[in-house]
Every structure is written in structure tokens, then in C-alpha cells.
């Protein structure tokens, strides 16, 4: 069975720094892997998603991720963050040729001036 | 474009008491999930649909039924409430063929 672990639950850091939010995964198929955000009282957004291809993806709002297969993880970063960014966010899996999207319990990032 | 619709946005049962929630999504979508979402847990699968007429069990199906009559509607039902299903209920819908899943604003559900 597929699972999801992202290995912080809160995150808080200054606004302009750098930060890094770490998931890893573990199935034993082939896997497409997602971040979604949601931002207070709303639904989750795609931020990004790793299908094929480079390891390295980019998404909305300057995040990027990095998948790492040899090491299960697929860890999202972000290189200045802004006091907006504050949101929870959820990492996520779906083997390739199955229905259902497995989540993560969600980090929460809290940017402070 | 509407995306996808969750009705009601709030609600307040008592224990024992039924009600059914509902997902309406216009983008035409095969698949249809529900999710519950617990503090630390994320989101957990209840229950969802490849499509018209067919349904499945997700990790946490007990307590919930679900009906798919027709392709734009996910109705989530819970026949006798329990505290333990006090939770924020998130529908999500998915294209065949396609890896995004575009979800709704969420129902919070309290049982007391």
C-alpha cells in the first residue's frame, strides 16, 4: 500500500528566507507525486506535480521540488518566501495506473515579518 | 466556471441524526472522491467513483454511503451521526487521463 510521510508538521521561518518542505513516499509501483496547497478556510490548490521526465519541477509561485527516487522523497522548496505563502501544504501520491491519490498528514508553513 | 460545488458549507448535527452532503462538479469528470480531513492526519479517502453508477470504498469508508445517479453529482451520506465524524469534508473530481485533481471548498461538519 502506498503511504506518505511529511516528516514536519509546522514550519515557521522568516520572511525572505529560504525554506524546504520534506516528504517522502513509499509504493511499490510507479508513481506520479503532487503538492497541493490550502490556503485558510479553502479548498487545496496543484502547486506542482512530477509525472515524468526532469526531476527537478517547477510550480506556481516560485516553488519548485525535487524528486528523488533512489531516496523516495520528493522534498519542495522555495528560495525567499513571502508572508502570503502561509498555508498549509500537503505532499501526495497516485501510482500510474490507479485511481486513487494517497496525502500526507500536511506541514504547515508560517512565514513571520 | 463553478469548478466544484459543496452544499452546505456548515452544519451542526446531533448524534444519531442522518444527512446527506452534496459535490456538484460542471467540468465533465469521470472520477469523483471524497476525503475527510482531520487535524495531523491530512486528507483521508472515504469513498469514490470512476464513474456513473459506480462507487468504491477508500481507507475510511465506515459510518458513510455514497451514490453517483449522475456523472456531475457525488452525494456523500452518513445514515447515524457519531461524533467521531465531526470533520471537514472535501470532494475532489479528476479527468480520465489526467493527473490534477480540482477539489471544493469544503463542508465543516460538527456532531454533537
Known amino acids: 500500500a502506498q503511504s506518505v510521510t511529511q516528516l514536519d508538521s509546522q514550519v515557521p521561518v522568516f520572511e525572505e528566507a529560504p525554506v524546504e518542505l520534506r516528504c517522502n513516499y513509499s509504493s511499490s509501483v510507479s508513481v506520479y507525486l503532487f503538492w497541493y496547497v490550502q490556503y485558510p478556510n479553502q479548498g487545496l490548490q496543484l502547486l506542482l506535480k512530477y509525472l515524468s521526465g526532469s526531476t527537478l519541477v517547477k510550480g506556481i509561485n516560485g516553488f519548485e521540488a525535487e524528486f528523488n527516487k533512489s531516496q523516495t522523497s520528493f522534498h519542495l522548496r522555495k528560495p525567499s518566501v513571502h508572508i502570503s505563502d502561509t498555508a498549509e501544504y500537503f505532499c501526495a501520491v497516485k501510482d500510474t495506473g490507479g485511481f486513487k491519490t494517497i496525502f500526507g498528514a500536511g506541514t504547515r508553513l508560517f512565514v513571520k515579518a | 466556471n463553478a469548478g466544484v460545488t459543496q452544499t452546505p458549507k456548515f452544519r451542526v448535527l446531533k448524534t444519531g441524526q442522518s444527512m446527506t452532503l452534496l459535490c456538484a462538479q460542471d467540468?465533465?469528470?469521470?472520477?469523483m472522491y471524497w476525503y475527510r480531513q482531520d487535524p495531523g492526519m491530512g486528507l483521508r479517502l472515504i469513498h469514490y467513483?470512476?464513474?456513473?453508477?459506480?462507487?468504491a470504498k477508500g481507507e475510511v469508508p465506515d459510518g458513510y454511503n455514497v451514490s453517483r445517479l449522475k456523472k456531475q453529482n457525488f452525494l456523500l451520506g452518513l445514515e447515524s451521526a457519531a461524533p467521531s465524524q465531526t470533520s471537514v469534508y472535501f470532494c475532489a473530481s479528476r479527468k480520465q487521463g489526467n493527473t490534477e485533481a480540482f477539489f471544493g471548498q469544503g463542508t465543516r461538519l460538527t456532531v454533537v
Open positions: 467540468m465533465n469528470h469521470e472520477y
Open positions: 467513483s470512476v464513474g456513473e453508477g459506480t462507487t
